[in-house]
């Protein structure tokens, strides 16, 4: 199941926009929150270990995709706050927790702020500190 979501996702993926089309945004946000639920349930099923060598070649997928269309979002000029911190995370290679306590805030900010939930004025000073920190 979870190779043909992510099937019907890459199909809409090579769909969307140039990143720098303002109506790249609101499209590839929406892919981005179903590949973090497909991520969770994927992860969940390899935590099963019920057929776990094909849910852990799948659950792979679905990480690559994110990471790849996040990457690409946050090269946009639209990009979010959380697009361009993963960005930054990614080239500086560090986890959210670490990412969390240079900025010093909670690990939970970071993943909030990447999957584009609301932020506190002093979690967005924090972050935006860190991105300047890490040159993003």
Do not use: K
């Not at 969307?16 to 497909?38: H, M, V, W, Y």
């Not at 969770?40 to 792979?60: F, I, S």
């Amino acid at each position: 199941a979870t190779t043909l979501a992510l099937e019907a996702i890459r199909a809409r993926i090579a769909l969307l926009p140039d990143p720098a089309d303002p109506a790249f945004t609101a499209p590839a946000a929406g892919i981005l929150d179903e590949l973090r639920r497909l991520e969770r349930l994927t992860a969940d099923a390899a935590r099963t270990g019920m057929g776990a060598a094909e849910v852990t070649v799948a659950l792979a997928g679905v990480r690559t995709a994110y990471r790849e269309l996040m990457l690409t979002a946050a090269r946009s000029p639209h990009a979010s706050i959380g697009q361009r911190l993963f960005a930054a995370r990614d080239r500086a290679r560090l986890t959210e927790a670490e990412a969390a306590t240079a900025a010093g805030v909670a690990p939970e900010t970071i993943a909030n702020a990447e999957a584009g939930q609301p932020l506190s004025a002093a979690e967005v000073t924090a972050i935006d500190g860190l991105l300047t920190a890490l040159g993003g």
